[in-house]
């Protein structure tokens, strides 16, 4: 990580989890010493968004469905880190196949309408969101998405706006795939927070 | 009102377990949103020994954060800004992006519902 600070100044509570982070991943993920770095001022309430946002709040979409569209914002703002977690979280999910057509562009024919609209208007309001407005929700909607599904798609689109900018702007170290795969299960079945 | 946990985020980054002065926090966090929405962007006023170069690194952060380098980050942190100051408006900018495009979308969403409920009242 480009800062020092975040690794030095993290709370004793949980040091614990960290040295089983060690064991188990072979070192504790600079997203978890960022977001445990005085939490209060940003990792608390930021995990309570995306916990809430992709597992604990009602929505037509499933955890697998909001995990993939973590994945496809993150390539979107090509944040390696971040597209590696959540590939991988989303392949738990949903499966490899599904999560590989959802990043490719011009593979997504075999998602289904609703899900693929819903990850296009997630991606425009990722890259040029001044352009985003009714029209879109209204292409997303005659696809099948609803409203509600779309609302719930927008918390999970702004939430990895927030950290793959923090995760690319402090270099946010990409360890191995076996290691995403890891926490993968971890964070599907334990959470964010 | 904070009834949503992207809105508790944002009081908690301009709030009191910040170091940094919130004008400062709140300058980044809105550039950053401002730059989301399209148009002009205000002028971002910093504080410390190179504003310039301290704007220059949050406005890439709003734009395309993997474009930041170590050496950007190094050279601000040779010119004496603390890495608090820099964690914390690295932060603030982040937030404002995400919220931007949050405001955007759900705005977008909230405009076709009323459309829709117009065209419903308008059949019946």
Request: hydrophobic share 45%.
């Given at each position: 990580?480009?800062?020092?600070?975040?690794?030095?100044?993290?709370?004793?509570?949980?040091?614990?989890?960290?040295?089983?982070?060690?064991?188990?991943?072979?070192?504790?993920?600079?997203?978890?010493?960022a977001t445990h770095h005085r939490p209060a001022f940003?990792?608390?309430?930021?995990?309570?968004?995306?916990?809430?946002?992709?597992?604990?709040?009602?929505?037509?979409?499933?955890?697998?469905?909001?995990?993939?569209?973590?994945?496809?914002?993150?390539?979107?703002?090509?944040?390696?880190?971040?597209?590696?977690?959540?590939?991988?979280?989303?392949?738990?999910?949903?499966?490899?196949?599904?999560?590989?057509?959802?990043?490719?562009?011009?593979?997504?024919?075999?998602?289904?309408?609703?899900?693929?609209?819903?990850?296009?208007?997630?991606?425009?309001?990722?890259?040029?969101?001044?352009?985003?407005?009714?029209?879109?929700?209204?292409?997303?909607?005659?696809?099948?998405?609803?409203?509600?599904?779309?609302?719930?798609?927008?918390?999970?689109?702004?939430?990895?706006?927030?950290?793959?900018?923090?995760?690319?702007?402090?270099?946010?170290?990409?360890?191995?795939?076996?290691?995403?795969?890891?926490?993968?299960?971890?964070?599907?079945?334990?959470?964010?927070? | 009102?904070?009834?949503?946990?992207?809105?508790?985020?944002?009081?908690?980054?301009?709030?009191?377990?910040?170091?940094?002065?919130?004008?400062?926090?709140?300058?980044?966090?809105?550039?950053?949103?401002?730059?989301?929405?399209?148009?002009?962007?205000?002028?971002?006023?910093?504080?410390?020994?190179?504003?310039?170069?301290?704007?220059?690194?949050?406005?890439?952060?709003?734009?395309?954060?993997?474009?930041?380098?170590?050496?950007?980050?190094?050279?601000?942190?040779?010119?004496?800004?603390?890495?608090?100051?820099?964690?914390?408006?690295?932060?603030?900018?982040?937030?404002?992006?995400?919220?931007?495009?949050?405001?955007?979308?759900?705005?977008?969403?909230?405009?076709w519902e009323r459309a829709a409920a117009g065209d419903?009242?308008?059949?019946?």
């Amino acid at each position: 990580m480009r800062l020092e600070a975040p690794a030095r100044e993290q709370p004793r509570t949980r040091l614990p989890m960290h040295l089983l982070m060690r064991i188990r991943l072979g070192s504790v993920p600079d997203v978890v010493l960022a977001t445990h770095h005085r939490p209060a001022f940003f990792g608390r309430p930021f995990l309570a968004w995306v916990d809430q946002a992709i597992r604990t709040s009602r929505s037509p979409l499933t955890q697998g469905e909001r995990e993939l569209i973590a994945a496809v914002v993150s390539h979107a703002n090509s944040c390696r880190f971040c597209t590696a977690a959540h590939s991988a979280t989303s392949s738990e999910l949903l499966g490899q196949p599904t999560t590989a057509a959802a990043l490719d562009e011009g593979g997504r024919d075999s998602l289904p309408p609703a899900l693929r609209a819903t990850i296009e208007f997630v991606e425009r309001l990722t890259l040029d969101p001044a352009a985003v407005g009714v029209g879109d929700v209204q292409r997303a909607i005659d696809a099948g998405a609803t409203a509600a599904g779309l609302r719930s798609a927008i918390e999970v689109c702004a939430a990895f706006n927030v950290i793959n900018r923090i995760a690319d702007a402090l270099d946010f170290e990409v360890t191995s795939e076996r290691s995403f795969a890891i926490a993968a299960r971890m964070l599907t079945r334990f959470g964010y927070s | 009102m904070e009834d949503q946990p992207a809105e508790r985020l944002a009081s908690a980054v301009l709030g009191p377990e910040g170091r940094t002065e919130v004008v400062h926090r709140e300058a980044a966090m809105k550039h950053a949103s401002a730059i989301a929405h399209g148009g002009r962007t205000p002028v971002l006023s910093l504080p410390g020994p190179e504003p310039e170069a301290l704007a220059g690194l949050l406005e890439t952060t709003a734009r395309h954060a993997y474009r930041v380098t170590d050496e950007q980050v190094a050279a601000l942190r040779s010119a004496g800004y603390a890495e608090g100051t820099l964690f914390e408006l690295i932060v603030a900018t982040a937030v404002g992006a995400g919220l931007g495009r949050r405001q955007i979308g759900l705005a977008a969403v909230a405009e076709w519902e009323r459309a829709a409920a117009g065209d419903r009242r308008g059949e019946a």
